[in-house]
């Protein structure tokens, strides 16, 4: 039998203390009797071994044979990445070995590297297996110290134990988030006041590093979180503020948009940390100040003067690294600025200049991000002001294609794209020029190195030793790919420019259409999903030309169909087949939108495949949301997929606003797998996902909701009471909804949905959010069935929460409902017209109102005027000039 003679032959492999064996030999050997290990026997005979690898591995190490012992890692490496279930609880005694490696300083850095990479590969890979058997604190004791560790200046950095600690934390932190925040937080809290600087620089590093993977529970602790790195931003120790100022870059990126509500704290530090002695500090200074300001908006403006000074000095007096991260920081100061940053654009403009005319080897990436800038710049203070100075800055850009860098081309290809979307037609001009050079860059080799056998080249993640090629089982066997990532980004950067400029100059982009959708289709299944995600953006550009370039044509509409059955059928087998959330989310929306765009009956021909791979995505069966084999965990501990899910479920309120009521026989089959999304063990976020999707499809579907009512309401009833705002936000909203379409179905439940609003409208109901849509839920409740609402105890708490502050999408709705009151002359409101004329004059004044709001509200007004006259004056009198002037344009009389 091939599985005994192969694993028997390893066994002998390992167990002979006299025969070095080759690297070559084992990969063949595992890789060969991997593909046919299959069935639960030979899984299970094949763990017996595990044990025995174990053994001999720690006596080559205790014996000095690291290159021997080594080994192990590599057939541990081919383990994780079968899709059989071969590790099963062995995973326990792997993780434990791996530990003793990565933690014993006496090894080489490339033996304790293997076994930190061995632990990274488990967490990517493997992560619910860490859960299963309780080994994420384990690691994380191990991991978390190992940031103190780097090597010595003449050592690899790649092998660096700090660098793949972190790498381990960060992996482990996306994948098992909720697990991982507790004790690194520990960790960071104890060690933010260590005497040695090393623990310190570790604290604030590794708060830093997990800040994408707990976005949502650093979040709730951003306060504590950020006292440690602020206070690290004090430190004595360069090493330290370094540190933290590359958290407080990652927690700019990430931590939006809490983490900017706390500006007044954070910018004045940043601003310090800018003044530091060490250029390597100002260097990450200017990152976190770049990544804070990028999601800026208004607050950035007091600031704003004092930013430009420092910024515009630090852009002719420092050396060229320190440029090319100041040139980022002003980018995202301007982007939050927009129109207020109109005084300094023409000295940004000038300085910019000098940049992109560079053409020294060491100055590109200056005039690749200089590029960069300019086109920001433009976005921010507009066509009128820039579309004359624009030609120069064209050519430069078009002629740094010649200098053969590849972060030129990419950074310039934004640059189109940036122009592109400010000229709008008129950028028409310059299609001749730069289309082909985005053709140029689309078609480039993507110059792929594949490395045989035993490589130290690092793989397209950029971590050498243990592959993580999916191609194990070829002959030879493929250790590391290794892509030259600068043109993985330009083919993204070159993708995302020809949807542009497609969206933008329509049919005018006539002349191109064919070969971007060409290259369009091709990415869409490129191997690399920074790539393919551009893909999927720009299909659903092109397809708007489409329409236009083919409208004016006899065969226009079949043309057009041609091309939505190209780019439809894409995003289908997408949505059901790639392997890339995001990409995958990316294919939901793009479908989303054209259903908004083109109607039910353009996309009717796609339905029934729609819904199908609609139902796989519910139920987690897709490509994408393939997880551990090893597992046999149920969903009692899963995490919200915010990328992936909540695209998805905004899938049936689009088909639902396309299709009314028709979509009621769809809903049938989707609304079980959604529900499995509410259950009480799911995370507070799976739940609002479920509710604010059925609140939607109630709108939009109207009275097929009522079969549903009883299967909802417990649900979003609950979800009132909800801890997070956003929840109860969501859950006003779907009652609302429920009761304007749900008919008789829903009277029985009127008292206790009052019941649960009510503590929505009290003072310890803080975000103005969920007191909007609290209104919202009870004018239309009203609206449908006045007669069971209570309306003398129900009114003056309604009308003591408007006018709306923040939702003010529920505007018609509240406004609508209290106008029906009024002109109905019901007596109930006609009790608090002093109430209604100070609404009534607030929301005439209002900026944000729109003119049908305004129009009901005024037909209301002047309802009161005639039913009461000159009675009214006293409460006129008592208005400022400015209210009393929007309320007598409704009734010039009064």
Known sequence: MLFQQESGRIYFLFCSNVVKVHKKTIEKAVGSFLEFTNDGAEVVKFRQFIPSILNVARQCLASGEEDVAVIAFEIFDELIESPAPLLGDSVKSIVQFSLEVCSSQNLESNTRHQAIQIISWLAKYKSTSLKKYKLVIPILQVMCPLLTESNDADEDDDLAPDRAAAEVIDTMALNL?????????????????????????????????????????????????????????????????????????????????????????????????????????????????????????EEILPFLDPLMVKLLGALQNSPRNLQETCMSAIGSVASAAEQAFIPYAERVLELMKSFMVLTNDEDLLSRARATELVGIVAMSVGRTRMETILPPFMEAAISGFSLEFSELREYTHGFFSNVAEILDESFAQYLPHVVPLAFLSCNLDDGSAVDIDESDDENINGFGGVSSDDEAHDEPRVRNISIRTGVLDEKAAATQALGLFALHTKSFYAPYFEESLKILVRHSGYFHEDVRLQAIIALKYILTAAYAIFQSHNDGPAKAREVLDNVMRIYIKTMTDDDDKEVVAQACMSVADIFKDYGFVAVEPYMSQLIDATLVLLREESACQQSDNDSDDDDADTEHDEVLMDAVSDLLPAFAKSMGAHFAPIFVNLFEPLMKFAKSSRPPQDRTMVVACLAEVAQNMGP????????????????????????????????????????????????DILRGLYPLFGESELDDAVRDNAAGAVARMIMVHPQSIPLNQVLPAFLKVLPLKEDHEESMAVYSCVSTLVLSSNPQILALVPELVNLFAQVAVSPVETPEVKAQVGRAFSHLISLYGHQMQPLLSNLSPAHANALAAFAPKC
């Open 704 to 751: 097929p909701i009522a079969s549903y009512v009883d299967r909802i309401m417990p649900l979003v009833l609950k979800e009132l009471a909800s801890s997070e705002a956003t929840n109860r936000r969501n859950a006003a909203f779907c009652v609302g909804e429920l009761c304007k379409n749900g008919g008789e179905s829903t009277l029985k439940y009127y008292g």
């Open 177 to 297: 988030s909720k697990h991982v925040f507790p004790p690194v937080f520990e960790f960071a809290s104890f060690n933010s006041q260590n005497a040695n600087p090393k623990y310190r620089e570790a604290s604030v590093t590794a708060l830093g590093v997990i800040s994408e993977g707990c976005l949502d529970l650093m979040k709730d602790k951003i306060e504590p979180v950020l006292h440690i790195v602020l206070g690290a931003l004090r430190d004595p120790e360069q090493m330290v503020r370094g540190a933290a100022s590359f958290a407080l870059g990652q927690f700019a990126e990430h931590l939006q948009p809490e983490i900017v509500s706390h500006y007044e704290s954070v910018l004045p530090c940043i601003l310090n940390a800018l003044e530091d002695i060490s250029d390597e500090v100002k260097e990450k200074s200017y990152y976190a100040l770049a990544a804070y300001c990028e999601n800026m908006g």
